[in-house]
């Protein structure tokens, strides 16, 4: 069968997924062969040697002339980095999402030439192959990627991994990534692992490219309220908001509860006036009662937003609290703003 599927050649296929281990070169090869047409590549099984996607068994280049989405997974992890070998050659030239699931399969920049007019939306890991790759290469230079929409990163360190020597790096790369879109067009950026205050908060409040943000999704990594403060106001065009929430007592400037309420009121409204959703990750390390105070709190000084989530397990003790927080000080005087967040699911 394998041998079967290499031998059709270009038969214009324009959408293909492959989601068996594509180790067999076969379904590699049909890829290539319709490198013309096709316009959606999907691969779950990233093959060991990445290079059989890019030339034939003669050494000729496949351009992907047509190729708008590229997604490539690994399950098992990438072994080793594969050998493009094949010079300055643009294989994807009309590429506009470029989603990489798993560390970067080769050992240079050959998924990123000659696509920087078109890509909207860049999903990469950072493994630390890959950020030194780019950096050599100058892959994310100022405004290179115009259109870019979209951002995801990946971070596949734990949080027992992620030394000083990462943490910078990791750093470095991130404001370099954001700062190669431009501040009219990116809109959009995805968190997913471990993080730290110094990555993503460092290039929220110092990367001038980020400050038209309208979603920001952080997965896997827990912030403090005092944390969120900084996010909200660094990005006032943010509508969504996602993340996990630290156990520890809400507090900013020194101030918690009862008084951070008046706080925030006389000091930090509006807060954010664009913000219209949170969503609570089911990471949160709070317990269902402490998220609703923080939604809360949220709430009374961001005038728009309607729409909070949490877990399902937490839904009926979020309500409860909220329900709580309202007939309670120094809460209950905004009750009317507040009664909004227990029909928001």
Same mark, same amino acid.
């Given at each position: 069968?394998?041998?079967?599927?290499?031998?059709?050649?270009?038969?214009?296929?324009? $959408?293909?997924?492959?989601?068996?281990?594509?180790?067999?070169?076969?379904?590699?090869?049909?890829?290539?062969?319709?490198?013309?047409?096709?316009?959606?590549?999907?691969?779950? @099984?990233?093959?060991?040697?990445?290079?059989?996607? &890019?030339?034939?068994?003669?050494?000729?280049?496949?351009?992907?002339?047509?190729?708008?989405?590229?997604?490539?997974?690994?399950?098992?992890?990438?072994?080793?980095?594969? %050998?493009?070998?094949?010079?300055?050659?643009? $294989?994807?030239?009309?590429?506009?999402?470029? +989603?990489?699931?798993?560390?970067?399969?080769?050992?240079?920049?050959?998924?990123?030439?000659?696509?920087? +007019?078109?890509?909207?939306?860049?999903?990469?890991?950072?493994?630390? !192959?890959?950020?030194?790759?780019?950096? @050599?290469?100058?892959?994310?230079?100022?405004?290179?990627?115009?259109? &870019?929409?979209?951002?995801? /990163?990946?971070?596949?360190?734990?949080?027992?991994?992620?030394?000083?020597?990462?943490? +910078?790096?990791?750093?470095?790369?991130?404001?370099?990534?954001?700062?190669?879109?431009?501040?009219?067009?990116?809109?959009?950026?995805?968190?997913?692992?471990?993080?730290?205050?110094?990555?993503?908060?460092?290039?929220? @409040?110092? !990367?001038?490219? %980020?400050? !038209?943000?309208?979603?920001?999704?952080?997965?896997?990594?827990?912030?403090?309220?005092?944390?969120?403060?900084?996010?909200?106001?660094?990005?006032?065009?943010?509508?969504? /908001?996602?993340?996990?929430?630290?156990?520890?007592?809400?507090?900013?400037?020194?101030?918690?509860?009862?008084? /951070?309420?008046?706080? &925030?009121? #006389?000091?930090?409204?509006?807060?954010?006036?664009? &913000?219209?959703?949170? #969503?609570? +990750?089911?990471?949160?390390?709070?317990?269902?009662?402490?998220?609703?105070?923080?939604?809360?709190?949220?709430?009374?000084?961001?005038? !728009? %937003?309607? /729409?909070?989530?949490?877990?399902? @397990?937490?839904?009926?003790?979020?309500?409860?609290?909220?329900?709580?927080?309202?007939?309670?000080?120094?809460? $209950?005087?905004?009750?009317?703003?507040?009664?909004?967040?227990?029909?928001?699911?």
């Amino acid at each position: 069968m394998p041998g079967e599927i290499a031998a059709f050649g270009n038969i214009g296929l324009t $959408h293909l997924t492959i989601r068996c281990k594509a180790s067999k070169t076969s379904f590699i090869g049909l890829a290539r062969s319709c490198a013309p047409t096709l316009r959606e590549l999907i691969i779950h @099984e990233f093959p060991k040697d990445g290079s059989a996607l &890019l030339r034939d068994d003669d050494g000729l280049p496949a351009v992907y002339s047509r190729l708008e989405k590229l997604y490539i997974a690994q399950t098992m992890g990438i072994q080793g980095l594969s %050998l493009s070998q094949t010079g300055g050659i643009s $294989h994807f030239p009309a590429l506009c999402s470029l +989603d990489i699931r798993c560390k970067y399969p080769f050992d240079d920049d050959v998924l990123f030439r000659g696509n920087h +007019d078109s890509l909207e939306h860049i999903g990469v890991p950072l493994d630390m !192959n890959f950020m030194t790759m780019s950096v @050599e290469k100058d892959v994310f230079q100022p405004t290179k990627f115009k259109k &870019l929409h979209s951002i995801d /990163l990946l971070n596949y360190y734990g949080a027992q991994e992620m030394t000083p020597y990462h943490i +910078d790096t990791i750093k470095n790369f991130v404001f370099k990534l954001a700062r190669a879109g431009t501040s009219e067009n990116l809109q959009i950026v995805r968190w997913s692992g471990p993080s730290d205050e110094r990555i993503l908060l460092y290039g929220i @409040e110092h !990367n001038k490219t %980020l400050s !038209n943000l309208r979603v920001l999704e952080i997965s896997k990594s827990v912030f403090q309220f005092s944390d969120v403060a900084v996010i909200l106001k660094a990005l006032p065009l943010l509508k969504r /908001l996602w993340f996990s929430l630290d156990k520890k007592v809400p507090m900013l400037d020194g101030v918690r509860m009862p008084k /951070l309420l008046t706080h &925030l009121l #006389t000091n930090y409204y509006p807060l954010s006036r664009s &913000l219209y959703s949170v #969503t609570f +990750d089911q990471g949160s390390k709070a317990s269902a009662k402490q998220i609703a105070v923080v939604a809360v709190l949220l709430a009374v000084v961001s005038p !728009n %937003l309607a /729409l909070t989530q949490v877990d399902t @397990e937490m839904k009926a003790d979020f309500v409860s609290g909220i329900k709580a927080a309202m007939a309670t000080r120094p809460f $209950h005087k905004h009750a009317e703003r507040i009664k909004p967040l227990t029909k928001s699911f």
